[in-house]
């Protein structure tokens, strides 16, 4: 610690540069060596005091902004759909008084067949609000093993009035899952989007391939794929052919709920125009009616419909709308017929 303090100046003496040097005491009446000597507690002091203030504004203004897009709350009163919602739920405002809840709808399949385009699209509804992640929750032991208040926690914040989505296709084809959705609500609102089973297979080997190519692991035509090269017959244990069985999951999913808590969605439909498809979940989920055409515009370099914002327009991924390999199922007898067996399956779950 320091004991003496000078002051060095100097001066012109006779013409002369004298330099003097002026010991200062070490006094409590000197109060420049004593704020010298508590330098580093005053300085202390001064950061404890930002990094209160610093924890001060942060609660304060969490509890009162959250990342909602909720137009219905800013217009409390006004559900109508005259009210101009490209100004209004594009916003992402946190607010307070939301809170995580349990999906009231759940998006329990198909695997490739409009599931995210389906969950993007309503979430542009002001009473709706998104798991933006794929929980896997139902379909998988160790996720279920933690519980609901777990699964709870991961959905976003949401008032009274809005319904929470989740989205995960795997849900559609596991055999455990319609029983633990119902243990959890047997009241809940099913979506279920379907596609023509063979582009839905296609489309399903298609990820699959990419996903096999990127790990360096070897891959197989979709012919390759589906027909044993042993048997030279239909492999009917190949993942993408026995998901895109659709009634007999339906037939499982039937043992758990009742019909009219499905509602079956076309993603060929969704894929050429959105607007009537969502009008249906609308009336299904019983919101306020707010889609509205100029929400979507169709991307023609895409090839598909994409949102259109008051400051950006959004598309899917590049992943959602892949090239399909030049498939023709007519080169091969089995293939053909395994695939209009199974355009039936589409057909039976469609009229549910
Ligand atoms: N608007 C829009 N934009 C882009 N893609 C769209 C859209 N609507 C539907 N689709 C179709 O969605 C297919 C992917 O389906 P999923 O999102 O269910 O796939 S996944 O299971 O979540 O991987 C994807 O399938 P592929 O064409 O086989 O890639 C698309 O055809």
């Not at 005091?49 to 610093?54: D, F, K, Y």
């Not at 137009?71 to 008084?97: A, C, G, W």
């Not at 926690?153 to 084809?173: C, L, N, R, W």
């Amino acid at each position: 610690m320091l004991e003496k303090y000078e002051i060095r100046y100097s001066t012109m003496i006779e013409g002369k540069q004298v330099e003097k040097i002026v010991e200062l005491p070490n006094s409590s009446s000197s109060k420049l060596p004593k704020l010298y000597m508590y330098r580093w507690k005053v300085q202390g002091l001064l950061i404890a005091l930002g990094l209160i203030v610093v924890l001060i504004l942060y609660t304060t203004l969490s509890s009162t902004t959250v990342f909602q897009e909720n137009p219905s709350m800013l217009e409390p009163q006004n559900h109508s759909n005259t009210v101009d919602l490209s100004v209004f739920h594009r916003d992402k405002i946190r607010y307070k008084h939301t809170k995580r809840h349990i999906p009231q709808c759940i998006i329990i399949g198909c695997r490739k067949a409009g599931t995210r385009a389906l969950l993007s699209f309503l979430n542009l509804h002001p009473q709706v609000q998104i798991s933006k992640n794929e929980m896997h929750f139902f379909n998988d032991d160790v996720s279920y093993s933690y519980g609901l208040e777990w699964y709870r926690k991961k959905m976003p914040y949401s008032f009274a009035d809005q319904i929470t989505i989740e989205k995960t296709p795997a849900y559609f084809s596991s055999y455990e899952v319609p029983k633990r959705v119902a243990k959890m609500n047997s009241t809940i609102k099913l979506l279920l989007i379907v596609r023509d089973p063979t582009d839905r297979t296609i489309s399903d080997y298609l990820q699959i391939h990419l996903n096999k190519l990127n790990r360096g692991k070897p891959i197989k035509t979709f012919e390759e794929s589906v027909i044993d090269s042993e048997t030279g017959k239909i492999d009917t244990h190949y993942p993408p052919l026995v998901r895109s069985l659709y009634y007999q999951y339906m037939w499982n999913w039937l043992q758990s709920f009742n019909l009219d808590q499905f509602l079956v969605l076309s993603g060929e439909e969704l894929v050429k125009n959105p607007l009537p498809e969502l009008k249906r979940v609308e009336s299904f989920l019983n919101l306020e009616p707010s889609f509205t055409s100029d929400m979507f515009y169709f991307n023609s370099t895409r090839g598909f419909y994409c949102i259109r914002n008051m400051t950006y327009n959004s598309c899917l991924r590049e992943s959602k709308g892949r090239k399909h390999p030049d498939v023709d199922p007519k080169k091969n007898l089995q293939l053909h017929y395994f695939l209009k067996h199974m355009k039936k399956s589409l057909g039976k779950t469609e009229s549910f």
